[in-house]
């Protein structure tokens, strides 16, 4: 079983929408699922005022056929100095799971936080979803049990916006 990660190009602007709704699928979200293909990939690989792609996308292969991908972007450790990569969505097929390409992906996306000088790599998982949380812990990943997420969107955004 050959395992490949490639970075994703616009042609692959389909397949990413496709796992993108069987990930929101797989977290009960896709309710929550807005996007619009063409904007979508107009943020992924068009330009961002001169400053490239808002994200990057790698697709995982097992035998050449697309199973997965992961889409990141940068932050910046104000503490550390250094930006580091936040992974905003990993998803792996359910009939690739267990081929390592989840592992792969990760073992990707460490190698170029380390080629591009980042001090961390990090992501969100749902409390729920015990199953990704325990591979992530024999990974070296630990939770950060001691933050809250918080977030504003919507009208409270617009609200917060104009004062």
């Known amino acids: ?13 389909p397949l990413i929408a496709a796992l993108i709704r069987e990930l929101a699928d797989y977290e009960k979200l896709a309710h929550e699922v807005r996007f619009d293909e063409a904007t979508l990939a107009a943020k992924l690989f068009g330009p961002n005022g001169g400053h490239g792609p808002y994200a990057e996308v790698l697709i995982g292969e097992v035998d050449g056929e697309p199973q997965g991908f992961a889409l990141f972007f940068h932050n910046f450790s104000t503490f550390e100095g250094k930006p580091g990569i936040y992974l905003e969505d990993l998803y792996v097929r359910p009939a690739a799971r267990g081929a390592g390409l989840g592992k792969a992906l990760l073992r990707h996306l460490a190698a170029l936080a380390l080629e591009r000088d980042c ?11 015990t199953p990704a949380i325990g591979f992530y812990e024999t990974l070296g990943a630990k939770p950060m049990d001691e933050w809250t997420v918080m977030r504003v969107d919507g009208d409270a955004l617009a609200a917060l916006a104009k004062g």
């Open 119 to 129: 001090a961390r790599l990090e992501w969100w998982v749902l409390d729920w979803n």
């Open 1 to 13: 079983m050959a395992l490949t990660i490639r970075p994703a190009t616009v042609a692959d602007m």
